[in-house]
C-alpha cells in the first residue's frame, strides 16, 4: 500500500495551498497530519471514504478543508490563510478501522512520505 502526497512548498503569509493524496485502493477513512519540528504529529481533518463525513481540528477549522475524489481515489488538503504556524511536514493517512477515534495517529494504518509546507513572513 503507498500514499503519496504532494503541492507542499513555500508560501507567504496569507497565501492558499492544496496538497494531494493519492490511495491505491478504497479505504475506510482518509486523514491529514503534520509535524513541526520538536513537536508531535498533529491531526488536521480526515474524511470517511464511503460517506463523505468530515472531521476537523479546532486549529484549523474554517481555513482548511478536506475533500475526496472517489473516481480518482485521491483525497486533498485546501489550506488558506496560512500562517507561519502552520509550518511542517504534512501527512496523509488512510484507516480501515470506523472504530478507532480519526483524530488519533494510532487510528491510521498506512501513510505517505509527507510533504513540507512552509510560510514565510
Known amino acids: 500500500v503507498q500514499l503519496q502526497a504532494s503541492g507542499g512548498g513555500l508560501v507567504q503569509v496569507g497565501d492558499s495551498l492544496r496538497l494531494s493524496c493519492a490511495a491505491h485502493?478504497?479505504?475506510?477513512?482518509m486523514g491529514w497530519f503534520r509535524q513541526a519540528p520538536g513537536k508531535e504529529r498533529e491531526f488536521l481533518a480526515a474524511?470517511?471514504?464511503?460517506?463523505?463525513?468530515?472531521y476537523y481540528a479546532d486549529s484549523v477549522k474554517g481555513r482548511f478543508t478536506i475533500s475526496r475524489d472517489a473516481a480518482k481515489n485521491e483525497v486533498y488538503l485546501q489550506m488558506n490563510s496560512l500562517k507561519p504556524q502552520d509550518t511542517a511536514i504534512y501527512y496523509c493517512?488512510?484507516?480501515?478501522?470506523?472504530?478507532?477515534?480519526?483524530?488519533?495517529?494510532?487510528?491510521?494504518?498506512?501513510w505517505g512520505q509527507g510533504t513540507q509546507v512552509t510560510v514565510s513572513s
Open positions: 474524511i470517511t471514504w464511503r460517506t463523505g463525513a468530515v
Open positions: 493517512a488512510a484507516g480501515l478501522s470506523y472504530s478507532e477515534p480519526y483524530y488519533l495517529v494510532s487510528s491510521y494504518n498506512y
Open positions: 485502493f478504497g479505504l475506510y477513512r
